[in-house]
């Protein structure tokens, strides 16, 4: 079964920083593109952030745009999310999606986790 | 934020036939990027619904349509379930600023 499951989410004051991870399971992940997603509380979708297979192209939403960094290990099955300086707008429910061919759809999602920003 | 523009919510009886529009501009859906569907049940993740404009995966039941025209595309659900009533999402890409992934804004579906 192919299958993404998040991790590291939490409470954090303002202007902290946070790790979130994303495993990857059931299908070659180094063969995959993969993505961040978020969803405030009771808000749509925002796409934030996306890393080819290998890793050679990146790009983020201007939201987060020098604050956040995307990585990934492929011999660990494994996509991060390194988010600095986090403000109060940041708090939401973060999704790693996987996408196929570019520029493409997103399937599976994980189950998400929630990251809080609050003083 | 959103690029792509949906209705905030439509609803149906149950076995109606309900549309959700999704616009957006010439950077994206009429730039001919395809546009993706999604349904969210409050509390989970969103599951992909159609694909590519008007594919649907394996699972999803054929109730499901959606179609893409110019700027705009439509997900169609003919005969309403109670196990509809969920979130929907739309989802292309855009080639403005240096190429991002863009969401609609989302819809809610009520089955009356």
């Known amino acids: 079964e192919v299958q993404l499951v998040e991790s590291g989410g939490g409470l954090v004051k303002p202007g902290g920083s946070l790790r979130l991870s994303c495993a990857g399971s059931?299908?070659?992940?180094?063969?995959?593109?993969m993505n961040w997603v978020r969803q405030a509380p009771g808000k749509g979708l925002e796409w934030v952030s996306s890393i080819t297979s290998g890793s050679s192209y990146i790009n983020y939403a201007d939201s987060v745009k020098g604050r956040f960094t995307v990585s990934r290990d492929n011999a660990k099955n494994s996509l991060y999310l390194q988010m600095n300086s986090l403000r109060a707008e940041d708090s939401a429910v973060y999704f790693c999606?996987?996408?196929?061919?570019?520029?493409?759809?997103?399937?599976?999602w994980g189950q998400g986790t929630l990251v809080t920003v609050s003083s | 934020q959103s690029v792509l523009t949906q209705p905030p919510s439509v609803s149906g009886a149950p076995g109606q036939r309900v549309t959700i529009s999704c616009t957006g501009s010439?950077?994206?859906?009429?730039?001919?990027?395809?546009v993706h569907w999604y349904q969210q049940v409050p509390g989970t993740a969103p599951k992909l619904l159609i694909y590519g404009n008007n594919n649907r995966p394996s699972g999803v039941p054929d109730r499901f349509s959606g179609s893409k025209s110019g700027t705009s595309a439509s997900l169609a659900i003919t005969g309403l379930q109670a196990e509809d009533e969920a979130d929907y999402y739309c989802q292309s890409y855009d080639s403005s600023l240096s190429g991002r992934y863009v969401f609609g804004t989302g819809t809610k579906v009520t089955v009356l």
């Open positions: 059931g299908f070659s992940f180094s063969g995959y593109n």
């Open positions: 010439s950077s994206n859906i009429g730039a001919g990027y395809d």
């Open positions: 999606a996987r996408v196929g061919i570019l520029p493409g759809w997103f399937d599976p």
